[in-house]
């Protein structure tokens, strides 16, 4: 069965500087896609990013970047430039291509501060 | 343009009432659609999704219950709720495009009291 960790419950990053949220995942498959999410207070669920396992680019979305690791399953959130505006739950995700059912991280809460 | 609407967007119910939440999604056709709960502070549960007009999977719940009457609506009912219910509840939808992403709607916050 696959599985989506997020090892860090909480952070907290100055405004303007960088953050990177950590997301590990285990599946013996080979095609599948990863996402983040990000849940401010209003507690709507934004898709930040998105990564096919069969690209090694990284995705990149302005601020946010991605380092994929497919060999060691990592998936890591890097945010430049923090805003106050990034104060949310961040959810890392997982699916398998050809499957309907999304795995889900249990959440980093990241703080900015002023 | 896709939009995804849930309603009610907030629901106080006592324990031993029925629920109704509704969701519906605007701008795409047979979009396979979701329903999570999250509770206060925690991740998503996946409880119910659909691949299609009648076609429900459940994952998990025993007091809940998912019908989807047509394409773009999809409901979640309870004959009687218990104080386990309570929760923020969101709907979702995956269209038939390449890249696999979900979109969520706004939510709907129960308190069973």
């Known amino acids: 069965a696959q599985t989506v960790t997020q090892s860090q419950p909480e952070m907290s990053v100055q405004e303007a500087e960088t953050v990177t949220l950590s997301c590990t995942y285990d599946?013996?498959?080979?095609?599948?896609?990863l996402f983040w999410y990000k849940q401010p207070p209003s507690r709507q669920m934004i898709l930040v990013i998105r990564?096919?396992?069969?690209?090694?680019q990284n995705a990149t979305e302005n601020r946010f970047s991605v380092n994929f690791q497919k060999a060691a399953k990592s998936f890591s959130l890097k945010i430049s430039d923090s805003q106050l505006g990034d104060t949310a739950m961040y959810f890392c995700?997982?699916?398998?291509?050809?499957?309907?059912?999304?795995?889900f991280g249990t959440g980093t809460r990241l703080k900015v501060l002023a | 343009s896709q939009t995804i609407h849930q309603w009610p967007a907030t629901l106080v119910q006592p324990v031993g009432s029925p629920l109704s939440l509704e969701c519906t999604v605007e701008?795409?056709?047979?979009?396979?659609l979701y329903w999570y709960r999250q509770a206060a502070g925690r991740g998503l549960q996946l409880l119910f999704y659909?691949?299609?007009?009648?076609?429900i999977s459940s994952e998990v719940p025993q007091n809940l219950s998912a019908s989807r009457p047509q394409d773009r609506q999809f409901i979640l009912s309870s004959k009687k709720l218990l104080l386990s219910d309570s929760g923020f509840y969101l709907c979702?939808?995956?269209?038939?495009?390449?890249?696999?992403?979900?979109?969520f709607g706004p939510g709907t916050r129960l308190t069973v009291t």
């Open positions: 979702a939808w995956k269209g038939q495009l390449l890249y696999y992403e979900q979109y």
């Open positions: 599946t013996s498959e080979s095609n599948y896609y």
């Open positions: 990564q096919e396992a069969y690209k090694q």
């Open positions: 995700a997982f699916i398998l291509t050809g499957t309907y059912k999304y795995i």
């Open positions: 701008g795409t056709s047979n979009p396979n």
């Open positions: 659909s691949v299609g007009i009648g076609q």
